[in-house]
């Protein structure tokens, strides 16, 4: 059985793909075409924000978020240790410090009590200036946003929303990729809504970002390509996989349904064996993965091999524990809970076609 099913969904959907896919080779716009635009329309609508850019693919969508917000060395932006490492790439690559904090054990998402003291660290010590907040919607269910919103703007900080994972999740029908001041997502295949290549998207109902956006993606632009009034950056979706897109976001809703049902299913034959995932009241997750916590990891994953059961690990490695970030001397105290789901968890099979 395959972890990620994208051959069953593309025979569900390959008549309308294909078609999909015709259309744009018989314009030839495979640059910014018209699919780009109509793309753009739908996620908005279904996101329920003014303004959807797309981008080349989820980490840009993350840098390009940086560089809106004008974030900067001397800038400290507080985001999740145990997420995937473009959430804090990006805040390096900005000349940034990442502020790493430590997971909620039910949720696995950011902990808004470990980042309100955090947040009142920085400030204590006075080195860096506290700029914004970059939470992960991780495997699919939103992270606490009533409470990270008030802690944005108790210390007057932007929230970033990285819904990657997290895109058709909800609080309270408020959907995923509408929180925070800006949202970013990907389209990476194993996304629950993903293309078949790279891609990613911006969400925002600020007007001035979204023309910022829309600026940076393409070299800095300005009226046109050859008028360049700011430095940017060379991303943009290809019109193929905005096509295809286009088709998967038809279906999406009812892949949704699928998954939930799968979790369901899960939860049913799995509590009481592992902790099974928490998602609490108000939250529909998209299930982006079906992660449980085991002390046996390696022992479970074997069993399941030998059945012909596929696995994964979404996160061995916590953030503070990379190379890369070494230099900023963070260890597995700091950060205990995060360094023992790091240790424990493990991914079964989810998709919408299970």
Sequence with gaps: M?????????????QKIDKRIQAVLDHGNYIMGPEVEELEQKLAEYVGVKHCIS?????????????????????????PTFTFFATAEVVAYAGATPVFVDSDERTFNICP???????????????LVPKAIIAVDLFGLPANYPELEKLANKYNMKLIEDAAQGFGGEINGQRAGSFGDIATTSFFPAKPLGCYGDGGAIFTNND??????????????????????RIGINSRLDTIQAAILLEKLAEFP??????????ASYNQSLNGKYITPFVPEGY????????????????????????????????????????????LSYTDIDLP????????????????YL
């Design 55 to 79: 981008c080349a693919n989820g980490t840009d969508a993350l840098q390009l978020a940086m560089m809106v917000l004008d974030i900067k060395p001397g800038d400290a932006v507080f985001c």
């Design 284 to 327: 529909l997750s998209s299930w982006a993965q079906y992660t449980v916590i085991s002390e046996n990891r390696e022992e479970e994953m074997a069993r399941y091999k030998a059945e012909g059961v596929p696995t994964m690990i979404y996160y061995g490695t916590c953030m503070h524990q990379q190379t890369a970030f070494n230099h």
């Design 2 to 14: 395959h972890f990620i099913d994208l051959e069953a969904q593309y025979k569900h959907l390959k």
């Design 337 to 352: 809970v995060a360094s023992r789901l790091a240790k424990q968890v493990f991914s079964l099979p989810m998709h919408g």
């Design 254 to 263: 009812t892949e949704l349904i699928a998954r939930n049902k799968a979790a």
């Design 208 to 229: 001035e970002y979204a023309a910022l956006f829309r600026s940076y993606r393409v070299h800095g632009k300005g009226k046109d390509k050859y008028d360049n009034v």
């Design 113 to 127: 009590k470990d980042l309100e003291k955090r947040i009142e660290k920085v400030i204590s010590e006075g080195k």
